[in-house]
């Protein structure tokens, strides 16, 4: 069943006032799946981290969502190490923008769906952590979700709705 694109708004912001209560209430957002079929949904709470692709994917094959919905915590920050010095490193040792004294922390809620006409719906919600020695303050910021579309985990997201061209290949190569 198709999904509007005020029906998804009103999904993501649903899911994102959620993320911000519970880090609200534990200084923390456990990141979470919520794959919307027609009269159903599940919602896949990931505390350990996203799920690889594979369990999505197939949770996914098995709902046939017309839209999937994820939250979670994310660090925006600047690591500037010079090509040739990360090329050196291990993995783990590479600095990540969590670790960077200069660091932006975001309340990010995403949501992909397949429209009434079979199109790619989007919507998105932000909100900007500001911690200080007085506690955490919630920003809430507009973004455009046009923004995010090349974001490859949402585009992963979006092939894996049913009706779409991935889908139809995928079909095709099994």
């Given at each position: 069943?198709?999904?509007?694109?005020?029906?998804?708004?009103?999904?993501?912001?649903?899911?994102?006032?959620?993320?911000?209560?519970?880090?609200?209430?534990?200084?923390?957002?456990?990141?979470?799946?919520?794959?919307?079929?027609?009269?159903?949904?599940?919602?896949?709470?990931?505390?350990?981290?996203?799920i690889?692709?594979?369990?999505?994917?197939?949770?996914a094959?098995t709902?046939?969502?017309?839209?999937?919905?994820?939250?979670g915590?994310?660090?925006?920050g600047?690591?500037?190490?010079p090509?040739?010095?990360?090329?050196?490193?291990?993995?783990?040792?590479?600095?990540?923008?969590?670790?960077?004294p200069?660091?932006?922390?975001?309340?990010?809620?995403?949501?992909?769906?397949?429209?009434?006409?079979?199109?790619?719906?989007?919507?998105?919600r932000?909100?900007?952590?500001?911690?200080?020695?007085?506690?955490?303050?919630?920003?809430?910021?507009?973004?455009?979700?046009?923004?995010?579309r090349?974001?490859?985990?949402?585009?992963?997201?979006?092939?894996?709705?049913p009706?779409?061209?991935r889908?139809?290949?995928?079909?095709?190569?099994?």
């Amino acid at each position: 069943m198709p999904i509007t694109a005020e029906q998804l708004d009103g999904l993501t912001c649903g899911l994102h006032a959620e993320a911000e209560k519970h880090f609200q209430a534990n200084q923390t957002v456990v990141p979470a799946l919520w794959f919307i079929s027609d009269g159903t949904a599940r919602l896949v709470a990931m505390p350990q981290g996203i799920i690889d692709r594979e369990q999505t994917a197939e949770i996914a094959r098995t709902d046939r969502p017309s839209a999937i919905v994820l939250t979670g915590e994310s660090w925006m920050g600047s690591v500037t190490v010079p090509a040739s010095t990360a090329a050196r490193l291990p993995l783990d040792d590479i600095p990540r923008p969590s670790e960077q004294p200069d660091r932006r922390e975001v309340i990010a809620t995403r949501g992909v769906g397949r429209g009434p006409d079979g199109a790619l719906v989007h919507a998105m919600r932000a909100t900007l952590i500001l911690r200080s020695v007085f506690g955490a303050q919630l920003l809430p910021f507009d973004l455009n979700p046009d923004v995010g579309r090349e974001d490859d985990y949402a585009a992963f997201l979006a092939g894996l709705l049913p009706g779409g061209p991935r889908s139809d290949h995928n079909r095709r190569r099994r």
